[in-house]
């Protein structure tokens, strides 16, 4: 089993709609969880970061976690054309190195 | 602020040819330093970590290496590169365990 699994999509929505974006881990020692945007040859931004179980909202972002799951979320309200780009979801534990799914390309239609 | 900074953003190289990839960060002090390699619909696969100058940590063995001959700057090598090595070479920094940033990255293509 991989660490942490994503769908690789593409996932298409149109303009406006809710994305919701999930990630899988296998190992309940990580403690820090990450989501990432990369654009088409660019390198990946960090979006956001959160260390608890429960939902960090950021503007149109919301990261939710359950650790009980072991699951985690990135929600995206009025998508817009420009998020379209690949969203990679990161873990993490004091003082190991991140680990890091494969990616889910979301393309938004106008 | 931070910044990262990678060169050469675009790399065309022949089998057997070195190969010498630059990283630097800007704006913080003794962070930890990574290079990742990116292969499409496989993530990021974690090359080497750095703790601090001369430390360098290796993840996957292969025939690049790399190194930290200062604080701030990262560089990634090979002997001789083979086509496997094609792939978009990310360097990345941290100062917490739950934050990470990424360079542009560099688009290797091995011919």
């Known amino acids: 089993q991989k660490e942490v699994e994503q769908d690789p999509g593409p996932l298409s929505v149109p303009e406006g709609a809710i994305v919701s974006l999930n990630c899988t881990y296998s190992?309940?020692?990580?403690?820090?969880f990450m989501w990432y945007r990369q654009y088409s040859r660019k390198g990946p931004e960090l979006l956001m970061y959160t260390y608890s179980s429960g939902n960090k909202e950021d503007g149109r972002f919301t990261a939710q976690v359950d650790k009980s799951s072991k699951y985690i979320s990135l929600f995206i309200r009025d998508s817009q054309p420009s998020d379209s780009a690949t969203y990679l979801c990161g873990v993490g534990n004091y003082g190991q190195n991140f680990v890091f799914g494969p990616g889910t390309r979301l393309s938004v239609l106008p | 602020s931070q910044t990262i900074h990678q060169w050469p953003a675009t790399l065309v190289q022949p089998v057997g040819s070195p190969l010498s990839l630059e990283c630097t960060v800007e704006g913080t002090s003794n962070p930890n330093l990574y290079w990742y390699r990116q292969a499409a619909g496989r993530g990021l696969q974690l090359l080497f970590y750095s703790v601090g100058i001369g430390q360098i940590s290796s993840e996957v063995p292969q025939n690049l290496s790399a190194s930290r001959p200062q604080d701030r700057q990262f560089i990634l090598s090979s002997k001789k590169l083979l086509l496997s090595d094609s792939g978009f070479y990310l360097c990345?920094?941290?100062?917490?365990?739950?934050?990470?940033?990424f360079g542009p990255g560099t688009r290797l293509t091995v011919t």
């Open positions: 990345a920094w941290s100062i917490t365990d739950y934050e990470q940033y």
């Open positions: 190992n309940s020692a990580f403690q820090y």
